[in-house]
């Protein structure tokens, strides 16, 4: 591997555009890719798991102007909106030297420095340090260094009908402080959460070596990111994936506290379910049923966390998402054959890989789960795995389930995941079928 990699030599490094971009913001001489040893090279000391944000030191990801030779981490701000920010730079509407004005965009809460911080095995998908740029390199930002929050945190009134209707029928209090009045209205905290990759870790985290993950990572996104290749040196990478947002009900510095208790929800996305409802798995319910759950144990006293990971589908996005369902539809939607037929057309059941998952409870500072609103087995080993515990499992209460979603939490739970009721024999999920598109027939005609 890594002869391969360093065969290529650095004059093959800079090249002449056959084409010249039409815009003069950029000069006809653009550097494809950058070498350690090339002249200049100089990247801003960064030292992953330092006891603090200033030892650390800022990630420095921009190519433009003097940073191209001083970054110290490859890819882009943004995650996968790092596309319309060059979208936005190419149509004339943002210079690309743009410089972000972060007077009054501080967290409205200051989460308190967690050990996880400094600890480069608990934290590798996310700059621990990413929430408060202008806190710990405000020197360096109004020296005119383009050094980017990749975390947010603020606070809003949210209203979910599944809320509003447990209030409306009692099974919610209204408590003036987390559920503000009787229409269901609720108070939460949020943060958002760009992936910032400390690479070694992360394929620590996979079981694979460095120069495995950089280079698969380098061929599987065509090429884009060639300093995976010819930076060994560059431990960082920004890639163009989606974050998380964490969603805090009650007083956010109850969260890490040990005394009282957390209930938490993982939830990763899908937006047929979470936000259009669609009934054909339990996503939406068991959501509304963590959010209820999680504002009851803080109206109690405690702490209640509900986690929103941006992976459509397992990861696999709506198309593939889509694909299967038709298969299904189409071939007898039955549970025993539910992930065999996301198997034929991805390759495997679930790409969520909840590997770098618990990095965000760590950085909470979260030591142990006392309600796990969860089912699935990967969440909850990963979570244990990394040292946190987790004290009760609940599963979706069964009249939170719909009729059409059966195939696919009968077979889950035939599959392993968590439950406290009954546990499906094949020959039974056999029996278990969905729903048809006979009446669709129809319409479609
Ligand atoms: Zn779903």
């Keep these: 591997m890594a002869q391969e ?16 971009p039409s815009a003069s913001r950029y000069s006809k001489h653009i550097i494809l890719t950058t070498y350690p040893g090339q002249s200049g090279i100089d990247p801003v000391p960064l030292e992953w798991g330092a006891p603090d944000a200033k030892s650390r030191g800022p990630v420095v990801v921009s190519r433009s102007g003097a940073f191209l030779k001083r970054r110290n981490a490859m890819g882009a701000h943004g995650g996968s909106y790092s596309i319309y920010n060059a979208l936005a730079i190419a ?86 402080s987390i559920v503000v009045d009787s229409t269901g209205e609720v108070r939460v905290t949020k943060v958002a959460v760009e992936p ?10 996979f079981g694979v070596d460095e120069p495995t993950l950089r280079r698969t990572l380098f061929e599987h996104t065509g090429g884009s990111y060639p300093e995976l290749i010819t930076r060994p040196d560059l431990k960082i990478f920004l890639p163009p994936i989606g974050g998380l947002t964490v969603y805090i009900f009650g007083p956010p510095e109850r969260v890490a506290d040990e005394n009282v208790k957390l209930a938490l929800r993982i939830h990763d996305e899908c937006n047929g379910s979470d936000v259009f409802q669609s009934d054909i798995c339990t996503c939406r319910p068991y959501l509304a049923f963590g959010i209820r759950e999680a504002i009851r144990e803080a109206q109690n006293g405690g702490s209640g966390v509900v986690i929103y990971f941006r992976k459509e589908g397992r990861a696999l996005g709506e198309v593939t998402k889509y694909l299967v369902y038709n298969a299904r539809k189409r071939g007898g939607d039955t549970a025993d054959k539910y992930f065999t037929r996301t198997e034929n057309i991805a390759g495997v059941r679930d790409m969520r890989f909840q590997a770098l998952m618990p990095d965000i409870l760590h950085w909470l500072g979260i030591k142990k789960i006392d309600r796990m609103l969860s089912m699935s087995n990967m969440k909850h080993d990963a979570i244990v795995e990394s040292g946190i515990k987790i004290i009760e499992r609940i599963p979706i209460p069964e009249d939170m389930i719909p009729d059409d979603s059966r195939v696919e939490i009968d077979a889950k739970i035939n599959a392993g995941y968590f439950t406290t009721g009954k546990q499906y024999t094949m020959e039974e999920l056999a029996q278990v079928r969905g729903r048809g598109w006979e009446k669709w027939e129809d319409i479609t005609h």
Excluded: C
């Excluded at 030599?9 to 002449?16: F, G, L, R």
């Excluded at 996310?126 to 929430?131: F, I, K, R, T």
């Design 91 to 176: 149509a004339g509407d943002l210079d690309p030297e743009f410089r972000p004005n972060f007077v009054n965009t501080e967290p409205t809460f200051d989460f308190p420095w967690q050990k996880s911080w400094a600890d480069k095995t608990k934290i590798v998908s996310m700059d621990p340090y990413g929430h408060d740029v202008v806190k710990y390199f405000g020197d360096k930002i109004s020296a005119g260094w383009d050094i980017r929050p990749t975390m947010a945190i603020t606070r809003a009134n949210m209203k979910l009908a599944e809320i509003a209707e447990a209030v409306r029928d009692g099974h919610l209090d209204v408590d003036g």
């Design 196 to 205: 910032v990759w400390y690479l070694p870790g992360v394929a620590e985290r």
């Design 5 to 20: 990699e360093t065969t290529v030599q650095p004059k093959d490094a800079e090249t002449t555009a056959v084409q010249s």
